[in-house]
């Protein structure tokens, strides 16, 4: 049955605000308009059911849902914790998930053919960094003598790998595998930790179409790990270290069994992380629910960037139904900070984002960086044309539904105009990694050769 959105109304004011940088022939056109309706959508599916997995960056779901823009936008959502990356994969492939956070490389690797292959969509990226990468406090130990110090005495961040390497060189010597853990195979965290590794040297694994482990001629041994479990396992000495996201870093500082020595924002300026995924034929038999949902998203997004916001945020996250986390682990890093060593406390203002930066809007170009990454270590087993990068990505991350969501944002009043990115999905090259090299989303090919460690096309 279908529900009609309720119909929204503009004055003249708005709209001229809305217009301030138009010509004198458009204000002169709007002076004489009158006021008028904002067309309606016809929600086809209003009762749904989103996944998420427990994390920080997860707030644009619980968000959308505590502050009633699903509501508002027609929607009536249900959102459910799911016990790891894999579940959340299958319960949206099977249907019984409308949609879920995910993985920004699931919905990648399932179109380009890695693991388990279905038509995925991803309208809307639900954030920007938020990552870190940490270490044991036996680790640590022995890392921190590579590590510079400043005038304070304190390490000098961003800490390179480099100072990692004797280490692990040291546990290869005594015949002792080095073992970190990350959350999945195609997460962002994964290629994150490959990443810092491979820039210093360090050889983080191959994967082949028959081994679909990682760890061929690696040096680090990376295995799966569920982010809750990740401090706990971390503690038992399975694993020495590990790529996860909030708040997960910051527990294993406040239970005092750990160190993060480096956040993805170091490994990767303002780097996209998780997306909110529905099936393409989801897509198309509920096309206006999809939009709808996607404004309520984006409106989350902005209300989560309100600095004054961050406070409530963290109390609504430390709910059980959702991150489930003590307040004070998850404002660590929410509220502008992030600490690295015990009462080593640092501003941080950018480690979340969830709307500045056009963080939501699907960049084809963040999507090919994680086909890159795919090849580069194998899990696409042979080389692609340039060609097929952006088909391929093109097919997944779809800026067509979110920018229908955000005009009628915009004709609503309720972001302005200057917030759509006027881009043809691709951000310009960029060398803001922690190597320095420089990132071409329309040069794929050149990018993977560029690398000393991985697979050359």
């Not at 082949?208 to 503690?235: F, R, Y």
């Not at 529905?278 to 902005?302: H, S």
């Not at 990115?421 to 420089?438: H, R």
Request: aromatic letters at 12%; charged letters at 25%; proline letters at 7%.
């Amino acid at each position: 049955m279908k529900n009609v959105l309720k119909k929204f109304t503009f004055s003249f004011f708005t709209a001229l605000l809305l217009s301030a940088c138009g010509g004198k022939e458009k204000k002169a056109k709007e002076v004489a308009s009158e006021p008028q309706e904002i067309a309606t959508l016809e929600i086809e599916k209003p009762q749904l059911t989103f996944g998420f997995i427990k994390l920080t960056d997860m707030a644009p779901l619980a968000i959308a849902k505590e502050k009633g823009f699903f509501e508002e936008e027609g929607l009536y959502v249900s959102v459910e914790a799911q016990s790891n990356w894999k579940n959340v994969l299958d319960r949206v492939i099977d249907g019984q998930l409308d949609g879920s956070h995910m993985l920004a490389g699931q919905p990648i690797a399932a179109g380009a053919g890695f693991g388990r292959q279905a038509e995925l969509v991803t309208p809307f990226s639900m954030d920007l960094n938020g990552n870190g990468i940490t270490v044991s406090n036996d680790v640590w130990s022995k890392m921190k003598p590579n590590v510079p110090t400043g005038d304070d005495g304190k390490p000098v961040h961003p800490i390179k790998a480099d100072a990692l390497k004797p280490v692990v060189t040291e546990y290869k010597n005594s015949g002792k595998p080095f073992k970190m853990g990350m959350v999945f195979p195609v997460s962002t965290h994964n290629y994150e930790i490959r990443y810092w590794l491979a820039a210093a040297g360090i050889h983080p694994g191959m994967y082949t179409a028959d081994n679909v482990q990682g760890q061929i001629d690696a040096e680090v041994l990376l295995s799966v790990t569920p982010p809750p479990q990740m401090p706990a396992t971390l503690e038992s000495g399975t694993i020495y270290g590990y790529c996860v996201g909030e708040p997960w870093n910051q527990q294993a500082v406040f239970k005092g069994i750990g160190v993060p020595v480096v956040t993805n924002y170091d490994i990767w300026k303002n780097n996209p992380e998780k997306v909110f995924v529905m099936t393409k034929k989801f897509v198309e038999e509920n096309p206006n629910t999809a939009v709808a949902v996607t404004k309520a998203l984006i409106r989350a997004g902005k209300w989560l960037d309100e600095p004054s916001n961050r406070a409530e945020a963290v109390k609504i996250l430390s709910m059980s139904q959702y991150v489930g986390a003590p307040e004070e682990v998850l404002a660590n890093s929410m509220t502008g900070t992030f600490e690295f060593e015990k009462g080593d406390k640092r501003d941080m203002p950018d480690f979340n984002v969830f709307y500045k930066y056009n963080a939501t809007y699907p960049f084809y170009s963040d999507g090919i960086w994680f086909l890159t990454q795919m090849r580069r270590w194998g899990q696409i087993p042979e080389a692609k044309s340039a060609d097929w990068y952006e088909t391929t990505i093109k097919d997944i991350y779809r800026p067509d539904v979110w920018k229908k969501a955000a005009d009628l944002l915009v004709a609503e009043g309720k972001i302005p105009e200057s917030d759509i990115p006027d881009t043809d999905g691709y951000k310009p090259a960029s060398a803001d990694f922690i190597d320095g090299t420089s990132y071409d989303a329309k040069d794929p090919i050149g990018y993977i050769n560029s690398f000393s460690i991985g697979n050359k096309d």
